[in-house]
Every structure is written in C-alpha cells, then in structure tokens.
C-alpha cells in the first residue's frame, strides 16, 4: 500500500468589510503612509468591528465559505483545529463553538495557539492525525481578531494588525501529494520581546492592569525583526537543503505577512524570484494565524497539482518553522 500523506484539498476565507487605511492612522498617531509602506509593505488592514462578534464569527465565515466551495457535508468532518491567538474568551475553546456552529456535528475540535506560528503548527497537527491513517478530514482554521488586542495609540503595534480567517480542508493522498517534511522551533527566549502581560494567570485582570495597557500587544519590534529575519530564512534554507530543492524547484513561496522586508529576506536567501513569493499584507497586513489560508485563498486560481510550496513562518514565544508541501489540486 502506498505511503499516506496529508494533501489540502479545499481553502476557503473571510475578511471584515471595515477598512483601517494608512491615511487613517496618520490621523490616531503619529504616523505616515510612506513610513509604514516603506518599513512594512503595508497599505491598509480589515477590522470587524461589529459589537459583541469575535473570532469565532470569522472562522465559521472562512468555514462555511470552504464547504460550500468545496461541496462538503460538515457531518463528514473528523476533526475541526482552531489556530488563534485571540479566543473568543480563554475558557471555553473557540474551535468547538465554531464546529458545532458550522455543522461539524461529528467532529472533536480544540484550540491551537503558538502566536504567528499558530497556522504553520496546526497544519503539522492536521497532517500528522492524516498520516496516522485514524481520520480522513481535518478541517485547520486560522483566525484572529487582532483589533481586540491592539492599542490604537500605540503606533509601534497598531499599524501592523488587522483581522481576517482563512481555512483548509486536509485529506489523506496516496499520490505523494500533500504535506512531504517540516521544521518547526520555538524558544523562550521571545517571551519578553512579544507579549500581552496581563490577563493571564501570572498578572490576572485587575483595575491596575487595565490602565497601565497590560492587555494589549507588547512589542519590541527591532528585536522581534532580527530574529524573525534570520529564523525565518535559516528553516526556509535548511528545508530547501534536506529536500534537494533547487530554487527552480520551488513554485511558491507562502510566507507569514508579518512585514515585507522579512518575506523579501526569506526568498533572498532561498534565491526565489520575486514571482514567486506570494504577497498580500499590503490589502490585510498581519493577521496572525490567517496569514498563510489568506494568501492560499488569494491565489488559489494559480497554484497547480504538483506545484512545490515552502511555507514559512515566524510568531511570539518565539514559535517558526517550514513546511514542504506538494499542492494537490487545479482549480
Ligand atoms: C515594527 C517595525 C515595523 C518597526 O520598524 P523598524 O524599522 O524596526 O523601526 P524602529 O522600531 O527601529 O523605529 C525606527 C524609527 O521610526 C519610529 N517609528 C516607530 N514606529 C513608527 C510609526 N508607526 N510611524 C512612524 N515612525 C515610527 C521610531 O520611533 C524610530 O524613531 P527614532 O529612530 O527617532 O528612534 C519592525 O521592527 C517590524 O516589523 N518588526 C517585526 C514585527 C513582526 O514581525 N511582528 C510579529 C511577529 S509575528
């Protein structure tokens, strides 16, 4: 019997219809559309900004949009993982709303956080549980609502986030398609550099948190920058390697849009073409754990059967890696 593999088979997304613009934020902090463009690659992010609806809202969105692309019975779903960094509340996971919300009746599902890393880590899990021949669906859903976290005068962070939800479908291929190697890392070293101090069960939630900002989104971008840098491009390489991959191997860059000049670092050390690296954290900037099923969706049209794919990403913790995968199908 052939080798069992973990191939993508269905991608689907939503992104919030509110747009947050560069010119926009010049008006809350002090900022400029050149400085962010140039410094980021980032033009303008989507906001759900609709009272009382969080992630979850998103993610049955990005959801329901994939199984109607796809033509797919909930009831057929295994397994539903949720990759967020923004649950909707810490106690009760998200993902088992969201599956029991879309249909999902016969699926088990649980939350999967590890920060920007989140996606990339959930697709070793979704195709780890394929391989093990146990489950023939997995549906892995990314979705942050990063607006919820984010000081809007806090021009270090808030130019960078926006929200959005993308999501993939994994089924078991006897082709050789699908998920073929990954590198994934974390040290804990990051904690300090990229952080929300309060709310957890170090700092709980107190009047003193809240008005020192302890809930929102710390970062120490120069440092974050360097280690996204070279941990990002230092994976993407050695995958590349362990694989006997070429750069004229290599179709598609799908890289987490955290800033452009940390993608453009990763393909130049892979010595990609530019048409290759997949881009659109000009129209979303950073959405956490949708970056990676947004450019997917995005650019579903042009991806073919056999196209080999590196997908790299960088997140807090720190939390990285890469994947080798082999896309499965031509729209
Ligand atoms: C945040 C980030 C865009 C800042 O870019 P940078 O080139 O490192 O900028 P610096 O923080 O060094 O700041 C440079 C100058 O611009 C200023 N600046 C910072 N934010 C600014 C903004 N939004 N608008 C205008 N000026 C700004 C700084 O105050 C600094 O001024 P100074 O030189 O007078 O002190 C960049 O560090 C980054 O992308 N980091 C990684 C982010 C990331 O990947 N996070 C998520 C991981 S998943």
Redesign the pocket.
């Given at each position: 019997m052939n080798k069992i593999t973990a191939a993508i088979t269905a991608v689907g997304s939503y992104v919030p219809d509110f747009v947050l613009s560069n010119q926009v934020?010049e008006t809350l902090?002090?900022?400029?559309d050149e400085?962010?463009t140039t410094?980021?690659g980032i033009k303008e992010r989507r906001l759900l900004k609709e009272e009382g609806k969080g992630t979850s809202f998103m993610a049955i969105k990005a959801a329901q949009n994939l199984l109607e692309k796809a033509n797919l019975d909930p009831k057929d779903i295994d397994l539903v993982i949720m990759a967020t960094a923004t649950p909707d509340m810490p106690v009760a996971s998200t993902g088992v709303y969201v599956a029991t919300q879309i249909g999902a009746t016969n699926a088990f599902a649980f939350d999967l956080q590890a920060?920007?890393?989140s996606f990339l880590y959930g697709m070793s899990a979704a195709s780890a549980y394929i391989a093990s021949g146990k489950y023939k669906k997995v549906l892995l859903i990314g979705s942050d609502k990063m607006s919820s976290i984010i000081d809007y005068t806090d021009?270090?962070?808030?130019?960078?986030?926006g929200d959005g939800a993308g999501a993939v479908l994994f089924e078991p291929n006897t082709e050789g398609l699908g998920l073929q190697d990954e590198i994934l890392k974390s040290d804990g070293i990051g904690r300090e550099f990229?952080k929300i101090e309060a709310g957890g069960s170090i700092l709980p939630a107190s009047e003193e948190t809240v008005k020192n900002k302890q809930h929102f989104v710390f970062?120490?971008?120069?440092?974050?920058?360097k280690y996204?840098v070279s941990g990002m491009a230092d994976v993407s390489e050695k995958i590349m390697q362990r694989n006997n991959l070429s750069h004229d191997d290599i179709n598609w860059l799908v890289a987490?849009q955290?800033?452009r000049?940390?993608i453009d670092a990763t393909a130049n050390r892979m010595g990609l073409d530019e048409a290759k690296v997949l881009i659109n954290i000009q129209k979303y900037g950073?959405t956490?754990s949708a970056t990676l099923p947004l450019l997917l969706s995005d650019f579903e049209n042009q991806l073919k059967k056999g196209d080999n794919i590196i997908f790299a990403?960088?997140?807090?913790g720190f939390t990285w890696g890469a994947i080798y995968l082999k896309w499965a199908y031509t729209k």
């Open positions: 934020l902090v002090d900022t400029n400085w962010i410094r980021t920060a920007c890393s021009r270090a962070t808030c130019i960078i986030f990229l970062q120490d971008g120069k440092t974050v920058f996204a987490h955290a800033n000049r940390i950073n956490t990403a960088f997140g807090g």
